[in-house]
């Protein structure tokens, strides 16, 4: 029998006794209860029924007899109406009690009753009848002794009728007594033999269940909790509830084991996962560390293709434009070279053409046997499968990779080959860009040194005519008969002296050329960059968490490759300024001390973070007072500490600041009268510099590990800033170093009251630069700027700037994007034009708060926009902030006098710019 039947069984037996049980004390008690009620419900109130019956006749007869002895008088109207109401009482109280008797006999006395009353009705009609014709009193009596009988009788049959309902419930009681006491018998048997029974299956129940559940205890205990790949199963004997148990133990198990079959692949999956970031990010940190397309190509594919699982690998860089455009092999993987077509596909040809055109990738199984072979030295093998994609920036192609694989490509290592490329493309856009600067900085400098060449050779060739003309004077004296062929040298004299002085007048020109190629190279570098800053700072913050922590890191590194691009543009800007003498110095005290001080807390940290130990030691003997510029020195240290921060892993860096000593005088440039020098030196315990390297590492753009897998990045030009404005600081700079033993950085530089003496080396050096000032942008802020930067986004209590409309005016649609992006998340109404007149359109037919004006632009220029606003009735208090990417000597002065409220250089920062449009706008 099944632990379900069993328990049926003896919950079915328990149920049956107790509703056994149940049934017999509700037959019992039902008996008593009708007992009782026919008892207390029926029997006596039959009798009560009698009995009022018997006092309202009672009543009657006397109001009756009343009004016989009386006669007629006043009440006897409402005697008789009372003897009606009493009439009708009685009959409603008989008919009554006619429809609760169930027994023969109490039928038949009521009958009996009724036909009593009948006549004693009649009686009392014919005396009414009498009393109002006026009968006399004794005919009256006569009539109501006529009734004496009839009235005997109804009074016997009423009593007659309550001694039976009487007798009735002295039965009904007995009847009750011995129920009970039947009740009381069994009920007492019946919970025995229910109690007994239900001990019985109890134990039958339990014994048999807790033998089946014993079983399923040792199955459970034969689990091998290390290992869930197989689990034991349960034998299922029955169907009933244990079996089930068995049953869901046994499918439990099957489960876990594909839970557990589920959670090693979903942990492959996240080492998957993991494999795919690591080495995406392994290959990323390649693009910061190339400068030329080349070593970025030959670095990338030889570090993904081992990496995808490939063997064989191609990178392929468009080059040209129209219909001459093609895909140039740069870099390869094991590949033999054999087939030189390979080397260069045109751009709508093959697959890689095809890949171009549409833009994404191509992936090919089961490769026929002629394609290239992978080649080792024990055979060669045809590749199983061939990957090629598109490298794409703006959705444009600009290069496409092509993978071989002896196998066929699994789906991380295509994930892989995605994720990689998806960055590759502004990599390569970057040092393409990077590369035609440096090309073009490269070609104005041997243009410049041709130039210089030139007017050394004619100045050398002008002294030898001089000399040459002496002669011949002396010569004229003795040999007359040669004046002519004197008078033809005097001409070509002449004409070398024009000459001489058309190719200075070009070498001026050159250098002018150079200054303005710089200042438009800047300005048209700065405008793309200020979109790339704005926007990649906008997506950093993402305040509305709409990007993955991914495009985050993406966002951020954009934005802090747009701000090395920035630095790098201001350091090649200042070094032109050094180069045509326009730098200028303020020559001012110095505090030692302070200096000292403020280095140590500015590098601390990061020596901190790279656990090197710094100190910074000033000496006790230096002068109180000391004449330099400090900015130009607090620069050249920090370039020196970088460095010496940069090339060390491990060890010390430490900076000493004291009095120079007779030993370096002695090399020093002779200042008169000046008698204090300073010497700062910079040691660390890096890689040091090779005897070779030590001279050319102050050169622009030259570093002491040129090679192309180089370790430690840079543009080189730190070291040549540091001399140069050492230079201009009347100092100099000395390195002694050893490789692996680290470098000594040594600035020796006067105290200079006066400034520099001024001497005719310099004289002739400003004399040949005559190309206006440049400066870097954002060295340049206004007052307003500042206060707007202290008083920052986060303590304004409420934003200023929602609601408020503002007029953007921008020839460079990346430009408007940004800040028109910028802006409405400010909540600011934005309307822009792309030059002048249109903004002067706009001004017209508009109310702005505040207007945000380009400088360089065409058709009307910002100078020309801002006087014409200002002229305008509309424009005259409207607050206007100049925004230009061409940040010249004097802009900010000549923007102000052309009516502009502010002057901000780009490329921006975006909450700089809100904080003086706060500022404005509070003040409007």
């Not at 006897?76 to 008797?101: W, Y």
């Not at 229910?194 to 109890?202: P, R």
């Not at 030139?454 to 004077?473: D, G, H, N, V, W």
């Not at 200042?574 to 001080?597: P, Y």
Request: charged residues 25%; glycine residues 6%.
């Amino acid at each position: 029998m099944t632990f379900k039947k069993k328990q049926f069984m003896g919950l079915g037996l328990t149920i049956f006794f107790l509703v056994l049980l149940l049934f017999v004390i509700m037959y019992m008690t039902s008996t008593i209860k009708t007992n009782m009620l026919e008892i207390v419900q029926d029997r006596y109130e039959k009798v009560n029924k009698a009995m009022e019956i018997r006092q309202q006749i009672y009543q009657e007869d006397r109001e009756l007899l009343y009004l016989v002895n009386q006669g007629e008088h006043e009440g006897s109207s409402n005697q008789a109406a009372f003897l009606d109401e009493s009439e009708r009482g009685i009959n409603e109280n008989i008919s009554s009690l006619e429809g609760t008797l169930n027994k023969k006999r109490s039928r038949e006395l009521l009958n009996d009753v009724e036909d009593a009353y009948r006549s004693i009705s009649d009686m009392k009609i014919e005396i009414l009848d009498g009393l109002s014709a006026g009968a006399a009193s004794g005919e009256l009596v006569e009539i109501y002794n006529s009734g004496s009988a009839n009235r005997s009788t109804l009074f016997k049959t009423l009593n007659e009728f309550k001694d039976y309902q009487e007798s009735l419930i002295s039965e009904a009681m007995n009847a009750s007594n011995t129920a009970f006491r039947q009740l009381v018998a069994s009920l007492i048997a019946a919970v025995a033999a229910a109690i007994l029974l239900i001990s019985t299956v109890t134990l039958w129940v339990i014994r048999s269940t807790n033998r089946s559940l014993e079983t399923i205890a040792d199955g459970i205990k034969a689990i091998d909790y290390e290992n869930l790949d197989t689990l034991p199963r349960l034998k299922q004997e029955t169907d009933d509830a244990i079996g089930q148990i068995a049953y869901s133990f046994n499918s439990m198990a099957a489960s876990l084991e594909t839970y557990n079959a589920r959670e090693k692949e979903y942990t492959s999956e996240i080492a998957e996962q993991n494999w795919i970031q690591t080495h995406s990010a392994n290959i990323i940190n390649l693009y910061h560390r190339s400068t030329e397309i080349e070593l970025l190509a030959d670095q990338f594919i030889t570090k993904l293709v081992p990496t995808a699982g490939a063997s064989l690998g191609a990178f392929y860089l468009h080059d040209g434009n129209g219909e001459n455009a093609v895909f140039r092999k740069i870099a390869s993987y094991a590949d033999s070279g054999n087939d030189a077509g390979r080397e260069v596909i045109p751009v709508r040809e093959g697959l890689v053409g095809q890949c171009a055109r549409e833009k994404k990738a191509i992936y090919l199984t089961n490769v026929l046997d002629s394609y290239t072979p992978v080649m080792t030295a024990f055979g060669e093998a045809v590749p199983k499968s061939i990957l090629i994609s598109p490298v794409i920036v703006k959705d444009e192609v600009v290069a496409v990779i092509e993978l071989a694989n002896l196998r066929e490509f699994t789906k991380a290592e295509k994930i892989l080959v995605e994720k990689v490329l998806e960055t590759l493309g502004i990599a390569v856009t970057n040092i393409l860009g990077r590369m035609e600067v440096e090309r073009l900085l490269l070609e104005s400098q041997a243009q410049t040194e041709e130039l210089q060449s030139q007017s050394e050779e004619l100045q050398a060739q002008s002294e030898e005519l001089q000399t040459q003309a002496e002669e011949l004077r002396m010569i004229n004296e003795q040999l007359e008969e040669r004046s002519k062929e004197a008078e033809q040298k005097s001409a070509q004299l002449q004409k070398a002296k024009k000459d001489l002085e058309e190719h200075a007048k070009q070498l001026q020109l050159s250098s002018k050329y150079k200054s303005e190629f710089l200042a438009n190279m800047s300005h048209e570098l700065r405008t793309p960059l200020n979109s790339i800053l704005l926007l990649s700072e906008m997506l950093t913050e993402d305040e509305d968490q709409a990007l993955t922590d991914e495009q985050k890191e993406f966002s951020r590194v954009i934005h802090t490759s747009g701000q090395d691009l920035l630095d790098l543009i201001n350091d090649i800007l200042d070094l032109s300024k050094v180069e045509v003498g326009k730098l200028e110095v303020e020559f001012d005290v110095v505090n030692i001390k302070e200096f000292s001080d403020r280095i140590n807390q500015l590098f601390a940290h990061l020596a901190a973070h790279k656990n090197l130990e710094f100190s910074v030691t000033a000496s006790k003997d230096l002068p109180d007072v000391f004449y330099t510029d400090e900015q130009r020195l607090q620069q050249i240290v920090k370039n020196l500490l970088s460095n010496a921060f940069k090339f060390t892993e491990e060890g010390s860096v430490a900076v000493s600041v004291e009095k120079a000593g007779s030993k370096e005088l002695a090399s020093l440039p002779n200042w008169d009268g000046v008698n204090d020098w300073l010497k700062i030196k910079v040691a660390d315990t890096g890689i040091g510099i090779t005897k070779e390297k030590q001279m050319i590492i102050f050169d622009a753009f030259q570093q002491g590990d040129g090679a192309t897998m180089r370790k430690y990045g840079g543009t080189g030009l730190g070291l040549s800033i540091s001399r140069e404005f050492a230079r201009l600081l009347g100092g100099v700079v000395q390195v002694e170093s050893q490789e692996g033993k680290g470098s000594v950085f040594t600035l020796l530089i006067p105290s200079l009251p006066n400034g520099v003496p001024f001497s005719s080396e310099h004289q002739s050096f400003e004399e040949v630069a005559s190309a206006a000032e440049i400066l870097p942008g954002g060295d340049d802020h206004s007052d307003t700027l500042v206060q707007g930067v202290v008083n920052g986004r986060d303590s304004l209590e409420t934003n200023i700037l929602s609601g408020k409309k503002v007029v953007v005016v921008d020839d460079d649609q990346r430009n408007i994007y940004a800040l028109t992006k910028a802006l409405k998340k400010e909540g600011m109404e934005v309307i822009t034009a792309e030059n002048g007149l249109e903004c002067l359109e706009i001004m017209d037919k508009t109310e702005a708060d505040i207007v945000l004006m380009d400088i360089m632009m065409p058709v009307m220029d910002g100078y020309e926009t801002m006087k014409r606003v200002r002229s305008m009735e509309s424009g005259k208090d409207i607050p206007i902030v100049a925004l230009t990417a061409k940040a010249m000597k004097g802009d900010r002065e000549k923007c102000l006098e052309a009516g502009a409220s502010d002057y901000v250089s780009k490329p921006l920062k975006l909450d700089q710019l809100l904080s003086v449009m706060r500022v404005w706008i509070t003040k409007e």
